[in-house]
């Protein structure tokens, strides 16, 4: 399962020449011999009477928090009756600076799964840049159970932070019924507060929403920029509606044929990687307050959440730091280069007896404030949509079976993503199973798929697998740490997506910057 949050969370230029290492390029991309993910919708939607009265919907903008508009837009919440009952979608959008060359609308998606596009947008301005945002609508959308599009919801604050905080790691029969005893509470409490909707929320779902988002902004194809999990939405649109593909970047890519085991696994050493790299940082500094090498460091870390599991430290505000919520703070300086040292002063101070940075560090990942309330639904939405997209190891043994190779993928994170899918035994599956596999799109436009080399929570080999997967796919890499690569500061990168949007002409496969 990815990453979930019981665990983890819940995301100078090369030539043009082509990287050995990404596998053939779209043209020379082979006929899938195993089944995909997802097939072409036929006949499709948007020209098909049942669903007409879900496409033509207007939209009404209403301004919004000054420079913003927003609208609701509304979908069956089964899409297989679209005459039932149905759901808001939230979307808000920058208006392009310059109407009257506007190109349409750029859908994009944070990730999560549960994160808000509502938010995204509201930080367009500093993402995007000024050409890009002259010429497109930038739209946000909150996903089917996200934010404020009829947020699936399972406990109170509290209970949900008793979830989020218990041991995930248990090593006694006692604490494996503890674990099991909150996660079936936390799954009756999303059945009985989100109701019929809770299976309906998979990432297949999503997807039929997306082409209607197209539709009601008024464009024939989609243009699109989703990060880490929005890359998994954003390739799902692209194998069910391939000839509405417009101009897509896929940044910090999901590889859609792998099963639960499988990404679990390659996602633990992800972290592992980048570990050893904010380890190896510190240990190249002239004095590295939490240990003289990677080995050290790594040797005390383990020793530190070995301490939490008997004795969690009491925070300045009385909250307390638990081995849950230091593996997440841990984890979350992972995915942004620029806290490794925040998070060296978190560990020194942990070492010392003292839990608040480290605990502030989990707080941001988890969309905690600091009472212990949420901001959001986000935890929830993770683990709801990860249950029916990634069915999988959620029962006790399937949990041991898989210690040994993630323990061997990550000594630091392995046992802690070993048990994260437990919840998923008490939440509702779909019938039949999905069944992963690999996605082809065949007869879509060009596709650019971004990865970064030492991306933690989506490793650069899924950008590469799921690059190949797609006919039309073009891989463009970023040497470097941290999770995704456009906006963070790689102006190689920047111009490359910023050319795509802007022109439809992607970079060549396999540029690296």
């Not at 004095?287 to 301490?307: N, Y």
Request: glycine share 10%; net charge negative.
């Amino acid at each position: 399962m990815i990453a979930a949050a019981a665990a983890l969370v819940l995301a100078g230029c090369g030539g043009g020449g082509k990287d050995a290492a990404a596998g053939p390029g779209p043209s020379s991309n082979a006929a899938p011999s195993v089944p995909q993910a997802v097939n072409p919708i036929v006949p499709d939607p948007a020209a098909d009477p049942t669903f007409a009265t879900v496409y033509a919907q207007r939209v009404s903008w209403s301004n919004c928090e000054t420079t913003f508009e927003c609208a609701k837009v509304t979908v069956p919440i089964d899409w297989a009756a679209p005459t039932g009952p149905s759901l808001q979608l939230a979307l808000m959008r920058l208006p392009a600076t310059d109407p009257a060359h506007r190109i349409g609308s750029l859908l994009i998606n944070p990730g999560g799964p549960g994160a808000s596009g509502l938010d995204l947008v509201r930080s367009a301005a500093d993402i995007f840049d000024a050409k890009v945002r002259a010429r497109y609508d930038i739209v946000g959308f909150d996903p089917r159970g996200v934010g404020s599009s009829d947020p699936v919801h399972c406990l109170s604050a509290a209970k949900l932070n008793t979830f989020l905080t218990i041991n995930n790691a248990p090593d006694t029969p006692a604490a494996v019924a503890a674990l099991q005893a909150i996660d079936a509470q936390f799954g009756a409490g999303c059945t009985a507060r989100s109701g019929p909707l809770l299976q309906h929320v998979g990432t297949r779902e999503a997807a039929r929403d997306l082409d209607v988002l197209r539709a009601v902004v008024g464009d024939d194809k989609l243009n699109y920029l989703g990060f880490s999990y929005g890359t998994y939405l954003g390739s799902f649109y692209a194998g069910m509606f391939p000839q509405r593909v417009g101009r897509l970047v896929l940044d910090g890519a999901l590889d859609p044929s792998l099963d639960s085991v499988a990404l679990t696994e390659v996602q633990a050493a992800g972290f592992q990687d980048a570990f050893n790299r904010f380890a190896d940082h510190c240990a190249a500094s002239t004095q590295c307050p939490i240990g003289g090498s990677r080995e050290e460091i790594t040797q005390r870390v383990i020793a530190l959440f070995d301490k939490l599991n008997a004795a969690p430290l009491r925070t300045a505000k009385g909250r307390l730091l638990t081995e849950a919520d230091a593996v997440t703070g841990l984890a979350y300086a992972m995915y942004l280069p620029e806290l490794w040292d925040s998070e060296v002063s978190a560990l020194t101070d942990a070492y010392a007896g003292r839990g608040d940075i480290l605990l502030g560090l989990a707080d941001q990942l988890l969309a905690r404030n600091t009472d212990g309330s949420f901001k959001d639904n986000s935890n929830e939405a993770n683990y709801a949509v990860n249950c029916l997209d990634h069915p999988g190891d959620d029962t006790p043994d399937e949990a041991r079976a898989s210690i040994p190779a993630l323990k061997q993928a990550s000594v630091v994170f392995g046992v802690h993503f070993g048990w994260s899918s437990l919840p998923c035994a008490s939440l509702p599956a779909l019938t039949p199973a999905p069944v992963p596999g690999p996605i082809s799109a065949v007869g879509a436009a060009p596709i650019l798929v971004v990865g970064t080399t030492h991306d933690p929570a989506t490793p650069y080999a899924w950008a590469r697998a799921l690059a190949n997967q797609l006919k039309s796919g073009v891989l463009l890499t970023r040497d470097g740490d941290g999770h995704t690569a456009y906006g963070r500061g790689n102006t190689c990168v920047d111009s490359a997506v910023d050319n795509f949007l802007l022109t439809g002409h992607p970079p060549g496969n396999g540029t690296r910057c």
